[in-house]
């Protein structure tokens, strides 16, 4: 019997880095697995990654902004598979600009994806999950959720919000047995952490090997996490293991944020 066998588990930001990670994990931990993403060629090399760990996996291509898209997704993994036992976040974009060059645009688009799309993932979650009276949600913040840096305003605003909004979730579905629990990662190998790299290390006089050389200096254990060490923790946070853990941000950093 394995972890996931005939748990329902649903991925955002599925076709790529940290949310492939997990949609794997949890493939190869037994489960049934919706993968979404706005990504579609992404989400199909995902689907075969999948399919090679046995799993039959459904593709939901999705932007997290459009509410109405998303409703028609979670209908139809719930046709698909009858039930949403796990949801993982991961779907996010980056930005950064000092703070006076920040467009009003730019900051609309992250809160809308970063926070918006978790929000209202977390709102399609709730009820197949309190009619169930099981369920554990993951939402992926970041050390910058935890942390903040410079330059970065709108995408630290939006990692905050999912922290506190996941609290809020948590405190409402507990008396539904369904937890929910966040996930700061550090500097993780993805297609994002190399996008920071070109975006930071220019206004730092840097070339973006430098600065990424630099963080991964700056980390207690001395480098950036892959993204299936992530999926392990959101594995183990939607696993029995994890029964009487919720409310939490789970710093998964190698050491950078102690707090
Ligand atoms: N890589 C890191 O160093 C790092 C650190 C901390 C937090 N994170 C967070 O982890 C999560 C995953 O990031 P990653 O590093 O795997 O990045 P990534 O760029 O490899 O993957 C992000 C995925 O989200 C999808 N996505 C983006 N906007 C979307 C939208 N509007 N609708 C649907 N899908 C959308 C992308 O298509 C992509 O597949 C993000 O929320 C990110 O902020 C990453």
Not at 72 to 79: C, T
Not at 183 to 194: A, D, K, Q, R, V
Request: proline fraction near 5%; charged fraction near 20%.
């Amino acid at each position: 019997m394995r972890r996931f066998d005939d748990k329902s588990v649903l991925v955002t930001g599925a076709a790529s880095g940290i949310g492939r990670a997990c949609a794997l994990r949890f493939a190869r931990e037994g489960a049934q697995v919706g993968l979404l993403d706005w990504d579609a060629a992404g989400n199909r090399e995902t689907a075969e990654l999948c399919a090679e760990q046995g799993a039959e996996p459904i593709e939901l291509d999705c932007d997290v902004r459009d509410a109405g898209g998303l409703e028609r997704a979670f209908e139809e993994l719930l046709d698909a598979f009858g039930r949403l036992d796990v949801l993982v976040t991961c779907a996010g974009v980056y930005a950064g600009q000092p703070l006076e060059a920040v467009p009003d645009a730019s900051w609309n688009e992250v809160l809308e994806i970063n926070l918006g799309g978790v929000f209202r993932c977390n709102r399609l979650a709730a009820a197949p999950m309190k009619e169930q009276a099981a369920g554990s949600i993951v939402n992926v913040s970041s050390m910058a959720g935890k942390t903040s840096f410079p330059a970065t305003a709108q995408y630290s605003a939006s990692k905050s919000g999912v922290i506190g909004l996941t609290r809020s979730v948590a405190l409402e579905l507990a008396p539904f047995g369904v937890t929910a629990n966040v996930i700061c990662p550090g500097n993780t190998e993805t297609p994002m952490l190399h996008e920071v790299a070109r975006a930071v290390a220019p206004g730092l006089g840097m070339s973006p090997p430098e600065w990424l050389a630099m963080r991964a200096a700056d980390c207690p254990l001395g480098r950036f996490a892959e993204p299936e060490e992530i999926a392990g923790v959101a594995a183990f946070l939607a696993s029995e293991d994890a029964r009487y853990l919720t409310g939490q941000a789970l710093a998964v950093d190698g050491g950078m944020v102690l707090c």
